[in-house]
């Protein structure tokens, strides 16, 4: 099952480990038939019969990506750790991701993963 971590950019690192995004609770795990984003608090898990597509994405406004976002455009959610690059992974169905429930659900998820190319990759097989 390959993992992938976050790459985070290191000005950053105190105020992500503050809301709980560590080494070993942010990672993207693509199992034999689930997708899971772990980042600190946060959980995104989905079949992987669910994912639409996915690509790599950025550079991206600090602003907008470090933590644990939400689009107002698109109800997207971002899980960024820095404004390099990830990968914006679409789904067929809307997933729950920053809240429990049902109550708000994202059409895609952006994930600043180390290995934005392995990672599309492996949601290509």
Do not use: K, Q
Request: some cysteine.
């Amino acid at each position: 099952m390959p993992r992938f971590g976050f790459a985070v950019d290191p000005a950053w690192r105190p105020l992500l480990r503050l809301a709980g995004v560590t080494r070993d609770r942010a990672f993207v795990l693509v199992g034999e038939d689930e997708l899971t984003v772990r980042f600190g608090p946060w959980l995104l898990r989905t079949p992987l019969t669910n994912v639409a597509g996915a690509n790599v994405t950025g550079p991206y406004t600090t602003w907008r990506v470090i933590g644990a976002r939400l689009s107002l455009a698109d109800r997207g959610v971002t899980f960024g750790t820095n404004s390099r690059s990830g990968v914006c992974v679409r789904f067929h169905v809307p997933v729950p991701a920053l809240l429990p429930g049902t109550l708000l659900t994202h059409p895609g998820a952006t994930v600043t993963v180390a290995d934005p190319e392995g990672l599309n990759r492996a949601l290509a097989r």
